[in-house]
């Protein structure tokens, strides 16, 4: 499909070219509000623009999937509890706007708070890659790899992206960010994370 090749072109300059956002102001307004609409007006943005070249006669409308409702506070506590770890305000501020949200940008997915989970089909997937890459828990900054949330991931499982609780399961502001595939990238936070990416989004390419 015109639309994955466009996306595998994305995500291979996203991967070239992207580096941690500075961080927004935090008088901007609502961040989760204001990410979400500008990640829905790039959806729109690069489907007219597959439709227009090459994806004429293809149904791309599963491309512009809205966020799902937010979630409860209670859906919240309970993804918590399930993987013993305290999330840091910004990753609940946004579950608290986005309980999942599937193809957020190109074919990557962010996870509803029922699968926020230890047991779940992309974390084994994603701890088999680990063991194959040989890479330690030490290049994530963390003790061990059970220290990892995953949070989200790409449609084939080739690329995750994963965040970590707050330390001694006290409040914490914020919590840094990676994405793992064939490179690993660390971003401050979730908010800079979603903001990298908003800001590829609109500069990788420009429709004419």
């Known amino acids: 499909m015109r639309f994955f090749r466009t996306t595998v072109m994305l995500m291979a300059a996203l991967a070239a070219t992207a580096a941690c956002s500075r961080p927004a102001s935090d008088d901007s307004g609502d961040w989760c509000t204001d990410t979400i609409a500008a990640l829905t007006s790039e959806q729109k943005r690069w489907y007219d623009y597959d439709k227009t070249h090459g994806g004429e006669n293809e149904d791309l409308t599963q491309f512009l999937t809205p966020p799902n409702p937010p979630a409860t506070t209670e859906q ?37 708070t029922e699968q926020l989970t230890r047991e779940s089909p992309e974390r084994e997937i994603f701890l088999d890659l680990l063991d194959e890459s040989e890479v330690s828990a030490d290049e994530f900054g963390v003790r061990s790899f059970d220290d990892l949330i995953l949070i989200g991931a790409n449609n084939d499982q080739s690329r995750f992206v994963l965040t970590v609780g707050c330390e001694g399961n006290g409040a914490c502001a914020s919590a840094p960010v990676w994405t793992f595939g064939r490179e690993t990238r660390t971003y401050p936070s979730l908010r800079d994370y979603l903001t990298t990416m908003v800001d590829q989004l609109r500069t990788v390419h420009r429709s004419p």
């Not at 509890?81 to 074919?107: I, M, P, Y």
């Open 76 to 112: 919240i506590d309970a993804a918590e509890q399930r993987l013993g770890k305290r999330f840091d305000r910004q990753l609940r501020e946004w579950l608290g706007h986005a309980n999942g949200w599937r193809f957020v940008f190109g074919s990557t997915a962010f996870f509803s």
